[in-house]
């Protein structure tokens, strides 16, 4: 069922013809009293039919009154299904640019004039008001839709640079303690550094102390020498007393 109609064919005309059986059947005739208090609300003969779809044939009509039913019928049990796929491709024709109600806008007034210039070529000024008052809104929520998404695209949007701003705002905390690591071991190894730089290269520390330690050596030589010598006149004047003692005693 779509609407109050019922659907037993593929074809578009079929879809508008058939209607249910356990309703009464109108014809134009049975509608022609209801004309005065339609027309004073606004809405015609015409568009009660439209409303009130149950067993409108093309006898009950004329052939400009059977053009704009089927043509408006059509319209109205389409829009639905075609809605979505209008907004799909809007999307991905124009995105987030915004052009898309400025060319929806002339799609309208494009429309509306063709729909002026028919019902001058027909005469009849019934169905025109409807036809502008049911596209219009079926413009309208188009453009509503789009709108819904678009913004809907945008929220999303920002919820995912928000995701990624805090994401980066993390990364830039671990940069930043990085970073402080990186500059407190920078400042010691500086101080280390110069402290280095004080003393001279390893190569001339080295040969300094081969140069002191020959150096050394050779003063313990000396050394040996002077004690040995101090031995021998220690001895050889132990000797001269003890030859100094016996001459004593020989003379005394």
């Not at 508008?16 to 049975?30: C, F, G, I, R, V």
Request: proline share 3%.
């Amino acid at each position: 069922m779509i609407g109050n109609c019922r659907v037993v064919s593929k074809t578009p005309q079929a879809r508008l013809l058939m209607s249910h059986q356990d309703q009464p059947k109108h014809t134009a005739e049975q509608y022609s009293c209801h004309a005065a208090p339609i027309v004073r609300s606004a809405v015609t003969p015409f568009a009660y039919l439209l409303q009130h779809k149950r067993n409108v044939t093309r006898s009950s009509l004329c052939h400009a009154q059977w053009d704009r039913f089927r043509m408006v019928t059509v319209f109205r049990i389409h829009t639905p299904i075609i809605l979505d796929e209008i907004i799909k491709r809007k999307l991905l024709i124009e995105g987030e640019s915004g052009n898309d109600d400025r060319r929806l806008t002339l799609l309208l007034k494009n429309y509306l004039r063709w729909v002026a210039s028919v019902r001058e070529c027909d005469g009849t000024s019934d169905i025109g008001p409807f036809n502008e008052q049911e596209t219009t809104r079926a413009l309208f929520r188009v453009v509503q839709g789009n709108r819904f998404v678009c913004n809907s695209n945008l929220m999303m949007f920002s919820e995912y640079e928000i995701e990624k701003a805090k994401l980066r705002i993390e990364e830039c905390r671990e940069e930043l303690r990085l970073a402080k690591i990186i500059r407190k071991n920078r400042r010691e190894y500086d101080g280390l550094a110069k402290i280095i730089a004080e003393h001279p290269e390893r190569d001339v520390t080295l040969a300094k102390y081969n140069k002191l330690e020959n150096r050394l050596k050779r003063l313990r030589e000396i050394n040996e020498e002077y004690d040995r010598k101090i031995d021998l006149r220690k001895k050889q004047f132990h000797l001269f007393l003890s030859a100094l003692h016996d001459l004593r005693e020989m003379i005394e």
